[in-house]
């Protein structure tokens, strides 16, 4: 929206909604347009300050910081306390408990996923990031003092119940602060963040002790909640709760003191009003075309994430690493592998509001369709013919590249865009539902990956798993062309629309 003068009267606003909506009603030109009374008077734009929203992003995204220590502890700490001379706990963990407190996190954040979206529908997307504090905190205290193994996966699986509501509160946050123009690039800090969690993860927990990366990872969530305590809250939520003059204290405090809430605030109370006046019940509002559309996209993009790959490419890392005649320790590999992740997905936060969220998907799909292609065929020669083999040798450069190229694909496109589109594609009364069941759908396939992938490479072959994963980048680079529509700085009622919503029903059903 854009700025009015602030001497312009009321009642010439109402004088013009007056007029535009007797137009409509002579002629039915404006109805069949689907236009609304307020978007006719409202003037287009996109001013007010960025830059209170990005610092609001931010710190929200910090929550997500926490998350990618979470994911990252593993790789550095679980190789070192299950050395028979551990001394950083007073007690043995062999492999399997090991695997346990590594992958536990995953079931976690898939039990949480579902509920936290009704919490945050109930008592606001602040409140519920703020309160996440205290089981990411109880969490992180259990592994830092644990007596015991169940002590360990019990801190683990606490942790992991905090960053997964993390995965859904925190875009859903995002997505509702943002101005049309900059939605892609707060939505994509959210994986920044993570990757930045990752990469210090990699680099502190290789080379401290386990006690005080583990007070150190404690520490994080307590500095998001100082950080994250000054933010305001949703907009849209205090909307939908009836609370206006907040909703438009945290407006001015999001756009500025120089950017005319009026209109915005206006729009949001119209988008209320008319889902109280014209009630839907869940059951209808999340099976409309619309809705269905949105849903089927959501949960496709979680599958490809997961099944693309990257788990299987991290895994190897060392492998390639040594394949490619490195002789890289395996904690510099995973830092450099960190490294970046980190500059990719930067990048993809700074060109997402630019190219669009459509052709990174299809780069990320197609290039990582093409290095996992490569990576099958370089596993498959070394199994078949040896690793001293002539025909090996001579591409000793292929699975390095490979690597390189795949990290960046994933992190350009696949790792950021599918925790956004739920924000982008979803009406606010199905929102919460959609993107925590596309969270639970993403953690669940994360396990099941991490704890089948060693039995599957066994079974069938690396070079064949890297097949596999190629065919299943190629089925989705297919699927995003076909089916995935382009949200670049399109408003919620226009994308509506591009999913399929008929103009005349946009006012009524869409704008809820």
Known sequence: MAERNGSQPAEMIGLLERKCASETN????????????????????????????????????????????????SSPVVFKITQPNNTDYNFDISETEGSWIGSVINLGAAAICFPIGLVMDAIGRKKTMLFL?????????LITFGTSVGMLIGGRLITGIAGGAFCVTAPA?????????????????????????????????SYTSVFLFNILCTLIPIVFGIVFFFMPESPKFLVVKNRNDEAREALIKL???NY???????????????????????????????SIKAIIICYALMIFQQLSGINAVIFNTSSIFAAAGAT????????IIGVIQVIATFVSSLVVDKLGRRILLLFSALVMC????????????????????????????????????????????FGPIPWMM??????????????????????????????????????????QVFWMFAGIMLIGFVFIFFVIPETKGKSLQEIQVMLGATPQDRNVEDKK
């Open 26 to 73: 002579t002629n039915g030109r404006m109805a069949n347009l689907g236009v609304s009374q307020t978007e006719l008077v409202a003037p287009r734009g996109d001013s007010g300050r960025k830059l209170p929203q990005y610092i609001a992003a931010l710190a929200a995204t910090l929550g997500a910081l926490a998350a990618g220590t979470m994911l990252g502890w």
């Open 173 to 205: 946050y995002t997505s509702e602060i943002a101005q049309d123009s900059i939605r892609g690039t707060l939505g994509s800090y959210f994986q920044l963040m993570i990757t930045v969690g990752i990469l210090f993860a990699y680099a502190v927990g």
């Open 260 to 290: 005319d809430v009026d209109y915005e605030l206006d729009s949001l109370k119209l988008s209320a009003e008319e889902a109280q006046n014209n009630p839907v019940s869940f059951g209808s509002a999340i099976t409309k075309k619309t």
């Open 133 to 141: 504090i205290l089981p990411f905190t109880l969490g992180w205290l």
């Open 422 to 463: 739920a924000g982008d594609l979803c009406n606010i009364d199905i929102k919460a539902f959609v993107a925590s069941t596309a969270g639970t759908l993403n953690w669940l396939l994360s396990f099941t990956v991490t704890s089948t992938f060693l039995a599957l490479n066994t079974a069938i072959g690396s070079g």
């Open 370 to 413: 093409l290095c996992s292609t490569a990576l099958g065929v370089f596993f498959f020669l070394q199994s078949t013919h040896g690793e001293n083999s002539d025909i090996v040798q001579s591409l000793f450069w292929l699975p390095l590249l490979s690597l390189s190229l795949f990290i960046i694909a994933f992190s350009l496109g």
């Open 255 to 257: 756009r500025g003191t």
């Open 328 to 335: 890289i320790p395996a904690a510099i590999a995973t830092i």
